[in-house]
């Protein structure tokens, strides 16, 4: 029996055994100039900027196969034809050619990362602000969620007889310092004991892992220090859940202003709305799972919000796990083949860096 997965395929693959080389010639230079132009490309304008070897009237009934095959579009205020989100996507699957970062662009962007790689964050900060400088459209950048982030130290200390600070340092550098109470009292050597075997114990792990059976283990092994266990762990890892906010690191939201399809005052406001919902964001960001590049375009995307957007989309680890991504988000009038190797360059980058850091 076929999956819906293998239908799709195998109807996409049967729309592409119908395009001849002239097909995919005109839809290729159908796609780069309206990318260029954001005007409604004609036959006339194709046969006069493009070698294609053909008459008009050619390309003219080549351009209606290719809407009858759902490749292009048609404005009802304009002869020419315009690519549809199935038309990018045989384009950035097939047929774009990636543009090369200039080598000087790739050396200064590798050294000002270096120069701003303090905490994790100032090096993603950063790395949102080049990304949207050199693709001119909006960048997304999520920092690693707490609760993918390992525990690198705990260190408990004490404030007076009842209160202690638990300074807890996670494995991309983010330090959680919540005051605790302890009814009862404690004493230096008691969160001294308590700090080794807390240490000894999660020390490695996720908040993630720590969701199992590890602080009933925790109790059991700190019995005589109860009194303290009670009070303080369960209050230190629910501190860090309640502030597992999504980290979104977002640059050149007003680029979109820029581009004649968000002319439309409405859906400008709407684009804008929707960068003001970090979780919608990530969510849309995170939708596509996928290892290396990965492209959503227009319709593609799950949320309706994002349905007159691409998205571009690389991750970046830590020991091997997947902790963040860095995402561009534009019209799907959108200049892929630059994006790509821009994201490709800078998620590149940020992975040599953090693997070095926390090596």
């Given at each position: 029996?076929?999956s819906?997965?293998?239908?799709?395929?195998?109807?996409?693959?049967?729309?592409?055994?119908?395009?001849?080389?002239?097909?995919?010639?005109?839809?290729?230079?159908?796609?780069?100039?309206?990318?260029?132009?954001?005007?409604?490309?004609?036959?006339?304008?194709?046969?006069?900027?493009?070698?294609?070897g053909?008459?008009?009237?050619?390309?003219?009934?080549?351009?209606?196969?290719?809407?009858?095959?759902?490749?292009?579009?048609?404005?009802?205020?304009?002869?020419?034809?315009?690519?549809?989100?199935?038309?990018?996507?045989?384009?950035?699957?097939?047929?774009?050619?990636?543009?090369?970062?200039?080598?000087?662009?790739?050396?200064?962007?590798?050294?000002?990362l270096?120069?701003?790689?303090?905490?994790?964050?100032?090096?993603?900060?950063?790395?949102?602000?080049?990304?949207?400088?050199l693709?001119?459209?909006?960048?997304?950048?999520?920092?690693?969620?707490?609760?993918?982030?390992?525990i690198?130290?705990?260190?408990?200390?004490?404030?007076?007889?009842?209160n202690?600070?638990?300074?807890?340092?996670?494995?991309?550098?983010?330090?959680?310092?919540?005051?605790?109470?302890?009814?009862?009292?404690?004493?230096?050597?008691?969160?001294?004991?308590?700090?080794?075997?807390?240490?000894?114990?999660?020390?490695?792990?996720?908040?993630?892992?720590?969701?199992?059976?590890?602080?009933?283990?925790l109790?059991?092994?700190?019995?005589e220090?109860?009194?303290?266990?009670?009070?303080?762990?369960?209050?230190?890892?629910?501190?860090?859940?309640?502030?597992?906010?999504?980290?979104?690191?977002?640059?050149?939201?007003?680029?979109?202003?820029?581009?004649?399809?968000?002319?439309?005052?409405?859906?400008?406001?709407?684009?804008?709305?929707?960068?003001?919902?970090?979780?919608?964001?990530?969510n849309?960001?995170?939708?596509?799972?996928?290892?290396?590049?990965?492209?959503?375009?227009?319709?593609?995307?799950?949320?309706?919000?994002?349905?007159?957007?691409?998205?571009?989309?690389?991750?970046?680890?830590?020991?091997?796990?997947?902790?963040?991504?860095?995402?561009v988000?534009?019209?799907?009038?959108?200049?892929?083949?630059?994006?790509?190797?821009?994201?490709?360059?800078i998620?590149?980058?940020?992975?040599?860096?953090?693997?070095?850091?926390?090596?």
């Open positions: 029996m076929i819906t997965h293998q239908e799709r395929v195998l109807i996409i693959w049967g729309d592409r055994m119908n395009l001849n080389n002239r097909k995919i010639k005109i839809l290729q230079a159908i796609i780069q100039d309206y990318i260029v132009t954001a005007e409604p490309v004609g036959s006339r304008t194709l046969s006069k900027k493009y070698d294609l053909v008459s008009s009237a050619t390309i003219r009934n080549e351009m209606a196969d290719l809407e009858e095959l759902g490749y292009l579009t048609q404005p009802h205020t304009s002869a020419g034809r315009i690519p549809s989100d199935k038309g990018y996507r045989l384009y950035v699957d097939d047929l774009m050619e990636l543009k090369m970062v200039a080598d000087l662009h790739r050396k200064n962007i590798k050294n000002n270096l120069k701003q790689f303090g905490e994790i964050e100032q090096l993603l900060q950063y790395s949102s602000k080049i990304i949207s400088q693709t001119n459209y909006t960048s997304a950048v999520i920092a690693p969620q707490i609760k993918e982030n390992k690198k130290h705990i260190q408990l200390v004490p404030v007076d007889t009842q202690i600070i638990a300074v807890m340092i996670m494995d991309t550098g983010v330090i959680k310092n919540p005051v605790l109470r302890v009814p009862g009292g404690i004493t230096y050597d008691q969160v001294e004991k308590v700090s080794n075997m807390l240490n000894k114990k999660i020390q490695g792990l996720s908040i993630k892992d720590l969701e199992g059976n590890i602080l009933q283990e109790a059991t092994e700190l019995y220090f109860n009194h303290i266990t009670e009070a303080i762990v369960p209050k230190l890892f629910n501190t860090i859940e309640t502030t597992e906010n999504v980290e979104l690191f977002l640059s050149g939201t007003t680029n979109i202003f820029n581009f004649p399809e968000f002319n439309d005052l409405l859906k400008a406001k709407s684009f804008l709305t929707l960068l003001e919902e970090k979780q919608i964001i990530s849309i960001i995170s939708a596509k799972d996928q290892g290396g590049i990965s492209i959503s375009i227009g319709s593609e995307n799950v949320y309706k919000e994002a349905q007159e957007c691409s998205l571009v989309t690389a991750t970046y680890k830590i020991d091997e796990t997947v902790v963040g991504r860095l995402s988000i534009g019209p799907t009038r959108m200049d892929y083949a630059n994006v790509v190797s821009v994201v490709h360059q998620s590149k980058y940020i992975n040599e860096l953090i693997r070095t850091r926390y090596r």
